[in-house]
């Protein structure tokens, strides 16, 4: 599944971001702007660049998206559902009581869904043991992991980053969302992260930074990264709640979903933009 039209991506990409609107205003609770604002990043991932397969989730040859700061399922529920993982309808379900789309995500309850994830920071840890794997075993699918600037706050993340660096994991690809907020406020306020390029380049990592929302340059991003013979970090600039005005930008949607007056607000202006 690779949809090759920029202009077709971008379709989908605004479908997702209504997804996520209905989803948590049905809700009543989740994780607004994190999830909007890598929209872009899913719709690249999931239908242009991953080697993946809907019909055959377990595939042994697939490349694995780990979501480490995953209260942005959502977007991630999104995505796989409009791959074809599952029916659009369970999104519906999402932190329903028994549902498989908790407001974390949980590898056991839902097809393609690759870790169970919570705590902030170990989801790279998860990528690089399933790198390292992939190296011992001498199989050539990637892992693709998905973290925030605000969980670079956490020491783990930093140990991990040490040992992809030892092992040259050069399947291994982290992108981190630097939207720039967290849920108590701007990431210069809370924990000042300075250059996350310095930093991954003195962790042995070949580093990248495009604009989260450029459909075109996120897949020449993406396919530069693969050929990489290094771990690779690409640095996206994202917009936090991208496509709905009164959320972007604004870190106090960083935790909250919308009640229905702010969604059909919402709705109507991502209904405009397609």
């Known amino acids: 599944?690779?949809?090759?039209?920029?202009?077709?991506?971008?379709?989908?990409?605004?479908?997702?971001?209504?997804?996520?609107?209905?989803?948590?205003?049905k809700a009543g609770s989740g994780h607004s702007a994190g999830s909007l604002g890598m929209a872009d990043i899913f719709t690249v991932l999931y239908?242009?660049?991953l080697n993946h397969a809907p019909e055959q989730p377990n595939n042994p040859a697939r490349d694995r998206l780990v979501l480490s700061n995953g209260h942005i399922c959502p977007v991630?529920?999104?995505?796989?559902?409009?791959?074809?993982?599952?029916?659009?309808?369970?999104?519906?379900?999402?932190?329903?009581?028994?549902?498989?789309?908790?407001?974390?995500?949980?590898?056991?309850?839902?097809?393609?869904v690759e870790t169970s994830s919570g705590p902030l920071g170990q989801g790279i840890s998860q990528a690089v043991g399933m790198a390292l794997a992939a190296k011992m075993d001498k199989r050539n699918y990637q892992i693709f992991c998905i973290t925030s600037d605000g969980e670079h706050n956490e020491g783990q993340l930093w140990e991990a980053l040490m040992l992809a660096n030892k092992y040259k994991l050069n399947n291994l690809i982290v992108v981190v969302d630097r939207n720039n907020i967290q849920i108590d406020g701007y990431t210069k306020d809370?924990?000042?992260?300075?250059?996350?390029?310095?930093?991954?380049?003195?962790?042995?990592?070949?580093v990248l930074e495009v604009n989260g929302h450029n459909l075109r340059s996120l897949i020449n991003t993406f396919n530069k990264a693969k050929g990489i013979n290094t771990p690779v970090a690409i640095i996206a600039n994202t917009v936090p709640g991208k496509g709905?005005?009164?959320?972007?930008?604004?870190?106090?949607?960083?935790?909250?979903?919308?009640?229905?007056?702010q969604a059909k607000q919402a709705l109507e202006e991502l209904k405009n933009a397609s």
């Open 1 to 25: 599944m690779k949809i090759k039209s920029v202009q077709k991506l971008k379709e989908i990409a605004n479908l997702i971001r209504q997804d996520i609107i209905q989803m948590l205003t």
């Open 47 to 49: 239908f242009n660049i």
């Open 76 to 112: 991630l529920y999104s995505a796989l559902a409009r791959a074809g993982y599952f029916p659009l309808v369970k999104l519906k379900s999402l932190r329903k009581l028994n549902s498989p789309l908790q407001g974390h995500p949980h590898n056991i309850e839902l097809a393609g």
């Open 190 to 206: 809370i924990m000042p992260l300075k250059s996350l390029r310095n930093k991954y380049q003195s962790f042995g990592f070949t």
């Open 244 to 261: 709905v005005k009164f959320m972007e930008n604004d870190f106090t949607w960083h935790g909250k979903a919308p009640d229905k007056k």
